[in-house]
T-cell receptor, first 113, second 110 residues
Framework: EAGVTQFPSHSVIEKGQTVTLRCDPI?????LYWYRRVMGKEIKFLLH????????ESGMPNNRFLAERTGGTYSTLKVQPAELEDSGVYFC???????????FGDGTRLSIL | DQQVKQNSPSLSVQEGRISILNCDYT??????FLWYKKYPAEGPTFLIS?????DKNEDGRFTVFLNKSAKHLSLHIVPSQPGDSAVYFC?????????FGTGTSLTVIP
């Protein structure tokens, strides 16, 4: 079984530019989550999809962040325009059911210069 | 307003001895707790979980203990092995959103 895959693994962009992160969950997992970890801090929840619907987006920092999940399969997280404080590692996770253990991807390390 | 706290950023243990990692939480509505292990440049990997109706769950060398009155959980690894060296995150859930701690870096010395 393929795990959660994230692309790219690392992105370096300048402040003001746009970046799009992609996550492919484990096949059949209806639940998809985005998290962010700023260096040394906790892994912080951003949002949760159930299939193509946003179940909870209370963790999204502001309206510069836009997440989509086309057809309930892969998901994208767009940051536009990127700011310095957006730097960190963005993790995607998926699970078959709400509340069950989540399987994480290896993350995208985003660096804003 | 961090709801899950891991107050020890690092821990060193001799190979073969017991490793005890601790986690405290503030939200009494949490009903599911998990431990994840993370190697550098990889995502967290699920290790073990416990429901709030239990106070202990064991899986091989790994045991998680839950003390609801103290809002405290711990992960025991015995015997510790060098391959256990990693960052360990505890997480808690109310059934939907998961809250993670800041992690404890465990080093097992051969």
């Amino acid at each position: 079984e393929a795990g959660v895959t994230q692309f790219p693994s690392h992105s370096v962009i300048e402040k003001g530019q746009t970046v799009t992160l992609r996550c492919d969950p484990i096949s059949g997992h209806d639940n998809l989550y985005w998290y962010r970890r700023v260096m040394g801090k906790e892994i912080k929840f951003l949002l949760h999809f159930v299939k193509e619907s946003k179940q909870d987006e209370s963790g999204m920092p502001n309206n510069r962040f836009l997440a989509e999940r086309t057809g309930g399969t892969y998901s994208t997280l767009k940051v536009q325009p990127a700011e310095l404080e957006d730097s960190g590692v963005y993790f995607c996770a998926s699970s078959p059911g709400q509340g069950s253990a989540q399987h994480f991807g290896d993350g995208t390390r985003l660096s804003i210069l | 307003d961090q709801q899950v706290k891991q107050n020890s950023p690092s821990l060193s243990v001799q190979e073969g001895r017991i490793s005890i990692l601790n986690c405290d939480y503030t939200n009494s509505m949490f009903d599911y707790f998990l431990w994840y292990k993370k190697y550098p440049a990889e995502g967290p990997t699920f290790l073990i979980s416990i429901s709030s109706i239990k106070d202990k769950n064991e899986d091989g060398r790994f045991t998680v203990f839950l003390n609801k009155s103290a809002k405290h959980l711990s992960l025991h690894i015995v015997p510790s092995q060098p391959g256990d060296s990693a960052v360990y995150f505890c997480a808690a859930s109310t059934g939907n959103q998961f809250y993670f701690g800041t992690g404890t870096s465990l080093t097992v010395i051969p």
